[in-house]
């Protein structure tokens, strides 16, 4: 299609979906659903006006799966940065990301191994790539800023936004087991380097850049009138700065970009002497955004809820252009009767028993337990890897095989976990 093609179909499709949110939601169908269909019949399975084949486009796609897991990252730090860190609600999403993910990913090796056929190496790069949750498609059970969220969406938007680091080592290890090109490293590497050194330095180095240039811009607003507007270039500034600087320093990205979206919702207002508050922030009631941003009672609160108001509105568009990419890239599967069996039994029981074995001695109620053992959504940090794990020069046959299992996998948790999401959650509200 040409330019303006393309823009008469964007443009068509935006305006769709603003006036039919609201009814899609009623109906219990999911935006990434419609997404999904959709991309299915602009690729190869129908008008094939787009060919995203996975084998020979894997650097891009790796690339646009990265920007849209930046994003949402960086967005759920900003969410889940109003609960203290002493907050016992933090227990469960670091319980989930970090024990339940490691079994995850040994259930899935297991079943790799003695049930698909797969050599060691490929069974770990499979469990890598399948073990991380998303926290883009998770984003209707994503909490509501405030100190005392809902525990179930907190854990879930935690786990989702942690475990897309912690699967990183896993992948790791499984290209190095295949031997694939730039893995070259032993134990003792992998261990110290890109389990403990990625995982520590990762939410430090966020953590760190989080705080620095959230208190710099507030200060510069409030003692000196400068810094004032521009916070979608802080946004996107934060974010690539904390990416850059993480993986130059061998460490986690994706932790570091959640852990800076943390750390700026936390800065502190610095109250100047004499001042007095102006009222609620965000309400802006009365009062402009220049009076507000440059307050010593206000500018942190306007600062953060401007970075976050700008984040979602991304999210929403990362959304869009990865699940439509998925839909296309859904022909290239070559499907055998194993996927038929692997997905129920990795949603179902895999996912199950690696949350309950992570969360042994938690007490939680049977309800809690059980939305939680469901809510093993799969996404962008699959295709994230799955692309990563092609640009080692995996052989092709596994390539292939990897293609299938990821794809497929995503498509269904799109479509299972999306309808049934707004039934549960309802209920879960009402209880």
């Known amino acids: 299609m040409t330019l303006p093609f393309w823009s008469l179909f964007i443009g068509l499709l935006l305006i769709i979906m603003v006036l039919l949110g ?10 990434a659903m419609i997404y999904l269909g959709i991309g299915y019949v602009l690729g190869p399975g129908g008008l094939s006006v787009i060919n995203p084949d996975p084998a020979l486009y894997a650097e891009i796609l790796e690339s646009v799966a990265l920007v849209a897991l930046l994003i949402s990252l960086f967005t759920v730090g900003l969410k889940m940065g109003t609960v203290p860190l002493s907050d016992r609600r933090w227990l469960l999403p670091l319980r989930l990301a970090f024990l339940s993910m490691t079994i995850t990913v040994g259930l899935i090796a297991a079943v790799g191994v003695w049930g698909l056929g797969l050599s060691l190496g490929a069974a770990v790069l499979l469990g890598g790539i399948l073990a991380p949750t998303d926290p883009v498609l998770a984003s209707g059970l994503q909490p509501e800023s405030g100190a005392k969220p809902d525990r179930l969406q907190f854990s879930l938007a935690g786990e989702g936004a942690l475990n897309d680091g912690t699967a990183f080592p896993f992948v790791m290890l499984g290209l190095h087991l295949l031997g694939a090109r730039g893995s070259g490293f032993g134990i003792w590497h992998w261990w110290l380097v890109d389990v403990l050194w990625a995982t520590a330095g990762g ?6 850049f989080g705080t620095l240039i959230g208190r710099v811009v507030v200060y510069l607003r409030t003692r000196h009138q400068l810094a004032v507007g521009l916070d979608e270039f802080l946004s996107l500034g934060l974010m690539l700065l904390t990416y850059g600087v993480a993986q130059l320093s061998l460490t986690s990205g994706f932790l570091a970009v959640f852990a800076a979206g943390l750390a700026l919702q936390r800065v502190k207002e610095q109250p100047r002497a004499g001042a007095t508050s102006l009222g609620a922030a965000q309400d802006a009631s009365g009062h402009g955004y220049g009076v507000l941003a440059t307050h010593s009672h206000h500018a942190s609160a306007v600062m953060t809820h401007a970075v976050q108001g700008f984040n979602e509105q991304l999210e929403k568009l990362a959304e869009l252009a990865i699940v439509l990419l998925v839909g296309a890239m859904l022909p290239y599967v070559i499907l055998w009767t194993a996927v038929w069996w692997f997905i129920p039994l990795l949603f179902v029981l895999l996912r199950t028993l690696a949350v309950s074995v992570g969360l042994l001695g938690e007490p939680l109620t ?3 337990h059980s939305m939680i053992g469901w809510f093993g959504i ?10 990563f794990a092609i640009n080692h020069d995996i052989t092709a046959s596994l390539a292939q095989e990897l293609i299938t299992l990821t794809l497929v996998t995503v498509a269904v948790s799109i479509l299972v976990h999306g309808v049934s999401a707004g039934l549960l959650m309802k209920w879960h509200g009402r209880r």
């Not at 609201?22 to 935006?31: K, M």
């Open 22 to 31: 609201t009814l899609l939601t009623r109906l219990l169908l999911s935006s």
């Open 203 to 208: 939410l430090f180095i966020g953590g760190a």
């Open 366 to 368: 049977m309800r809690l």
């Open 378 to 387: 799969r996404g962008i940090g699959s295709v994230f890897y799955l692309m």
